[in-house]
T-cell receptor, first 116, second 116 residues
């Protein structure tokens, strides 16, 4: 079974600065997908960014980018120019590419605080 | 608008009183799933369904039931709720992995359940 670990229960960053959220995972599979979801106080789950394991290039979405290290099974999220609206819980998630129980496995989350 | 509709958003009930949380999606997704979210534990899968009349247990199925009689609907049933089922519940849907595995899930808005 796959596991996802987020070792930082809480992070704090000054507005306009850069912050990196860590995520590691454990799997025996070679092909899979990784995601970062954002959950603001409204509790809606919002997809921030995704990464296909077979792609070496790191995904980027505006101010959000990932550092995907497949050999190390690491998938960190970098938020540049942090904004007050980035304050939320962030969840790292893993999805199998082929068959079986087709579910997302989530980490326990990182609470990101943005200091004005 | 493509969405997952979950009702109710808030529910307070008493121990042992059967309840149903409804979930409906309008995207013709085959895959639907229920998660519960608890502080410090992230999101854990309760049940999932890969198509009509096909359901299976996730990681924490005890005390829950589901049914998938129609493709769009996937209700979560608590036949005898207990206080340890007080949680935030999410329904989610997705195309099956082989159709669009990198899409991730579309989540409902969540149901905050309190069992007293």
């Amino acid at each position: 079974a796959q596991t996802v670990t987020q070792s930082q229960p809480e992070m704090s960053v000054q507005e306009a600065e850069t912050v990196t959220l860590s995520c590691t995972y454990d799997t025996s599979e070679s092909d899979y997908y990784l995601f970062w979801y954002k959950q603001p106080p409204s509790r809606q789950m919002i997809l921030v960014i995704r990464q296909e394991a077979y792609k070496q290039q790191n995904a980027t979405e505006n101010r959000f980018s990932v550092n995907f290290q497949k050999a190390a099974k690491s998938f960190s999220l970098k938020i540049s120019d942090s904004q007050l609206g980035d304050a939320a819980m962030y969840f790292c998630a893993y999805r199998r590419m082929y068959g079986g129980a087709d579910g997302l496995t989530f980490g326990k989350g990182t609470h990101l605080i943005i200091q004005p | 608008e493509a969405q997952v509709t979950q009702n109710p958003r808030y529910l307070i009930t008493v121990t042992g009183k059967k309840l149903t949380v409804t979930c409906s999606q309008n995207m013709n997704h085959e895959y639907m799933s229920w998660y519960r979210q608890d502080p410090g534990l992230g999101l854990r899968q309760i049940y999932y369904s890969m198509n009509v009349e096909v359901t299976d247990k996730g990681d924490v199925p005890e005390g829950y039931k589901v049914s998938r009689k129609e493709k769009r609907n996937f209700p979560l049933i608590l036949e005898s709720p207990s206080p340890n089922q007080t949680s935030l519940y999410f329904c989610a849907s997705s195309p099956l992995y082989y159709r669009d595995p990198g899409k991730g899930y579309t989540f409902g808005s969540g149901t905050r359940l309190t069992v007293v």
